[in-house]
């Protein structure tokens, strides 16, 4: 796996889109926003359980560390 | 919430997508309160929203654990009472802007928060996150209200 470039500055040519991308979601209204923001996809462990509670959130940092599929994303950098 | 007097602010994408962050999230967090009236309150709201919680589960939220996911109602709840990267709900809640009636987290602390927790998806995701903050400070979008008036 390539080594990840921890928050890499942005390339002029990056910047420009994303610019465009926020003018064209601020001509949208809340509601559509909010449609199709919102999404779920099955994300494994994670989602097989309705409830879960921490002491801290570190204690919840260290779960997703040591139960998620790292692929997740949830692992610290 | 609102009706239930809850004290509670959006924050992590699903505040940022209130704010016009153009992007998608599979889950709304919620920092909340961490005050035992508030706790009860926040109980009787997610109640009305149809999480179905056992009198355990209730009873865990209002012993004041930190971090609780509700993966038991209509949408995939995170409620986080002690975010990394925020000292303070009171200092959140001060700085906080309000889409339509729902108060959200500053653009700054949903930063502060992803930069703190420091997970991959969270570094992957900050460089638009911060263009996003700088594009929304310099365009203030209409109905949105920032800070205490």
Request: proline residues 6%.
């Amino acid at each position: 796996m390539a080594e990840f470039e921890q928050d890499a500055a942005p390339s002029p040519e990056e910047l420009r889109q994303w610019r465009a991308e926020f003018e064209a979601a601020a001509r949208r209204p809340l509601e559509q926003r909010l449609k199709y923001a919102f999404i779920k996809t099955y994300k494994p462990v994670m989602d097989d359980a309705r409830f879960r509670a921490f002491d801290t959130t570190a204690d919840y940092r260290r779960w997703c560390e040591e139960n998620l599929p790292e692929w997740l994303g949830y692992g610290r950098v | 919430m609102a009706r239930h007097g809850v004290r509670y602010l959006f924050i992590g994408n699903a505040g940022a997508v209130l704010l016009g962050f153009p992007d998608t999230t599979q889950v709304t967090e919620l920092f909340v309160a961490d005050e035992a009236e508030n706790c009860r309150s926040l109980l009787a709201a997610v109640g009305e929203l149809d999480f179905q919680l056992s009198a355990s589960e209730n009873e865990q939220i209002l012993r004041g654990k930190d971090f609780v996911q509700l993966k038991n109602g209509p949408f995939d709840l995170d409620l986080v009472f002690a975010p990394d990267g925020i000292e303070r709900f009171d200092d959140a809640w001060r700085r906080r802007a309000v889409v339509d009636r729902f108060p959200v987290c500053h653009m700054d602390d949903i930063i502060a928060s992803k930069a703190a927790t420091n997970r991959r998806k969270d570094q992957e995701s900050l460089p638009r996150l911060r263009a996003f903050r700088d594009y929304w400070l310099a365009n203030p979008p209409p109905g949105q209200s920032i800070g205490d008036a």
